[in-house]
């Protein structure tokens, strides 16, 4: 129905269109034709509604295609292989089948919309249609396996930069999560698949959270989380987004395979808003506090106990 409602106004354009005509081209309800602007609106498209008159479309949503993606990409490898999708459940699933099916480092999934999007700690992750970005990329670094914390510290990195370049306040909150004035921008999950102790691949998976609106969160989230189009005021190019991400990824991660960890560690730590600060850890065996003194040449956490302690945090949930 939404489709075909598309397909009215866009045979014409600039025209208003009575809720009554509407409703009579779609055998439907006016009722049933005002639900339907709703939704198409909370996908992104704009009307204009008066009294008298009825409905004018104003923009159809902007979606990220091909040509606009690679346009746009400056890098050799990451990228260069491109999957994109209407909607699909995880983009982390799409990615992880293609792996098995023989895709090659590099290779970058990307959705308009996630049905079963997935944070870290088993959370849903909220990926409503053209609002944000939900991508994945596949990685497969010769590193040992215990290593591989470190690439989500530098895919935080990647991020943070890119982030930084449209609103300036952006830090990283240990390991891996997006905060601008303490609300939350966006996440990082990362995945592996691993045999007798050798790292096969690992997907990168992202979501930025771009041109959502406050009334695109549930209320429970109001509170916790922003979008680039909330602290900016403006919606912003997706496309360009990505690219600018992709480049800034390749770029540390060539880094890491020359130099090791020893730069990223650097640049991660100029870029925390979690280091010298009290935090609360909430790990499988509850929740513990502390200050967090530093990160170590894993990537893990170090938290200064009030007993004189210093104890170290693999992984696990940071509230400060
Ligand atoms: C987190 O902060 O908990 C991590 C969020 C990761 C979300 C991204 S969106 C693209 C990719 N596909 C998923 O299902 N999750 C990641």
Redesign the pocket.
Known sequence: MNERLVQLFKQNQGVFLSGEQLSKELNCSRTAVWKHIQSLRKEGFEFEAVPKLGYRLLQVPERIDQASLLARLQTRTLGRTIKLYDEV?????IAHELVRNGAGEGTLVI?EQ?T??????G?N?L?PKGK?????VVLKPEIPLPFTPQLTLLVAVALCRTIRKLTPEVGIKWP??LLVRGK?I????LESSAEDERLNYVIV???ISANLKEEDYPDDLREKATSLLIERGEPIDRAALVCDFLLQLEDLYELYRDQGFAPIRTLWEALTVTLQRKVTIQTAQGIEEGTAVAIDDMGALLVAKPDGRTVTYFSGDVGQ
């Open positions: 459940d995880s983009t982390q699933n959705a996630q079963k999007g997935r944070g870290r700690m959370r992750w990926s944000g970005i939900w991508m994945s891996n999560d939350k966006s996440g990082i999950l998976g992202v979501g």
